[in-house]
């Protein structure tokens, strides 16, 4: 059975850090697209980093590019955000998704939307002025 569970959310103060993780598990094909999107009630969910983990290549929001790092571990399959310099237009539900894909142009986050993405529940951002 598929698992994505993320870790890490906490209440912190702007212009502090926090570092998220993800673990997938029980992927027949282990995963080599993983990305971060987070979620405010009403609205839809902003992809904010993504990886391909077979080059290491990633993307990032304009919102969070110079502030947020991914990177990934192979071995579990893993991937971590690491968030510095954070405000409360941050706080968010922070969702990690994952799906092995053929090709890495595929890697994006509108493929990382689809239905054959797994998703976690995610884990609760709260930046407090």
């Known amino acids: 059975q598929v698992h994505v569970m993320e870790s890490g959310g906490d209440s912190v103060q702007s212009g502090g850090s926090l570092r998220l993780s993800c673990v997938a598990s029980?992927?027949?094909?282990?995963?080599?697209?993983m990305g971060w999107f987070r979620q405010v009630p009403g609205n839809e969910p902003e992809g904010v980093a993504r990886?391909?983990?077979?080059?290491?290549?990633?993307e990032y929001s304009d919102s969070v590019k110079g502030r947020f790092t991914i990177s990934q571990d192979n071995a579990k399959p893993s991937v971590y955000l690491q968030m510095d310099r954070l405000n409360p237009e941050d706080s968010a539900t922070y969702h990690c998704a994952a799906v092995y894909v053929n090709f890495e142009w595929l890697c994006d986050f509108s493929y990382l939307r689809k239905d054959l993405t797994y998703w976690g529940r995610g884990t609760q951002v709260t930046v407090s002025s």
């Open positions: 990886i391909y983990t077979s080059s290491g290549g990633t």
């Open positions: 029980g992927f027949t094909s282990s995963p080599n697209c």
